[in-house]
Structure formats: C-alpha cells, structure tokens
C-alpha cells in the first residue's frame, strides 16, 4: 500500500504562484509513475501532468504547458507542482496520484492510478 498527502495549496491572486507537493510513503519502491489531477468547481476531474520515475519523462495538460512544472525528488519520495502564471481557471482541488503500472500513452485516464490522496485546494482569484 501508499498513502499520498498533498500540501501547498492555498489562495493566490491571478499571476501568482505556488508549489504544490505530494509526499508518498508505504511502499513507495513499487512506484513508477505519478500524476496530478484536479477537479474544478462543477467540473470532472481532469488530468494536469504526469511523471515517469524511470527516467523523469513527464507529460501535461495543454492548458497548463508552459506554466506548470512537475518533478520529482525520489529520495524524499516527494512530487512536485510548480504552478505559475495562475489564472481564475486553475481554481480547483488538486489530487496526487500513483501507479505501479504507468504507461505514457494512458496518463490521462484516472484509472491508472491506485492511489490518490486527499487533495489540497488551489484558489486563484482575479
């Protein structure tokens, strides 16, 4: 099992940014792909970026290219959103997920993932 906890969400103005981590622990050996999600206001969640732990290939949603940035420090075990250049659209709760059986050409699909997290919530206002 692995338990995911999210942190460093909170309220911005638009523009502004934040960093959002997911912190992995259990049995974290059997990772090879992790993934953030995030679920706006009566909206389905929706796929933000991924990351493949082999080699550190990542992937991303068109509507966060070239603003968001995800990484990963396997020695804490510990992921990493770096969201820039916010807007009121990123609103939402961010979720972190996990998998043992990543695939690049599946990211997007939720049921890739084993494990969520809780979610940290992400506020942009304009």
């Known amino acids: 099992q692995v338990q995911l906890v999210e942190s460093g969400g909170g309220s911005v103005q638009a523009g502004g940014s934040l960093r959002l981590s997911c912190a992995a622990s259990?049995?974290?050996?059997?990772?090879?792909?992790m993934g953030w999600f995030r679920q706006s206001p009566g909206k389905e969640r929706e796929e933000v970026a991924a990351?493949?732990?082999?080699?550190?290939?990542?992937a991303y949603a068109y509507s966060v290219k070239g603003r968001f940035t995800i990484s990963l420090d396997n020695a804490k075990n510990t992921m990493y959103l770096q969201t820039n250049s916010l807007t009121p659209e990123d609103t939402g709760m961010y979720y972190c997920?996990?998998?043992?059986?990543?695939?690049?050409?599946?990211?997007?699909?939720?049921?890739?993932?084993?494990?969520w997290g809780q979610g940290t919530q992400v506020t942009v206002s304009s």
């Open positions: 997920a996990a998998t043992s059986s990543f695939r690049f050409q599946f990211w997007r699909l939720q049921n890739t993932f084993y494990y």
């Open positions: 259990g049995d974290t050996n059997s990772i090879n792909g």
């Open positions: 990351i493949y732990r082999g080699d550190g290939s990542t």
